[in-house]
């Protein structure tokens, strides 16, 4: 999704995407909520697990499916002529 501010603003916009990726669980962490994560493309990321009473079922090593959602919020401001 993108969105840009109407033409009598100052420029700017928000753009959405969502997105699905098959990933590796290096370690869980029942008492915070948290997984860490493998990913295919960067080194670890840490997730916070929507439903904790999914963590008892969840090992490291197992391969697992991750929904994200991800949203950019851009604002330009005038700049000083003088720098």
Not at 15 to 32: E, H, Y
Not at 42 to 69: M, R, W
Request: no cysteine; proline share 7%; glycine share 10%.
């Amino acid at each position: 999704m993108v969105d840009r501010r109407p033409s009598h603003q100052a420029p700017g916009g928000t753009l959405a995407r969502s997105g699905r990726v098959v990933t590796t669980i290096d370690s869980v962490n029942a008492t915070a909520g948290t997984l860490t994560l493998k990913g295919p493309l960067i080194g670890e990321v840490n997730a916070k697990v929507d439903d904790p009473s999914i963590l008892p079922i969840l090992k490291a090593g197992q391969n697992i499916v991750v929904t994200f959602d991800e949203t950019l919020i851009l604002s330009v401001q005038p700049g000083d002529r003088n720098q």
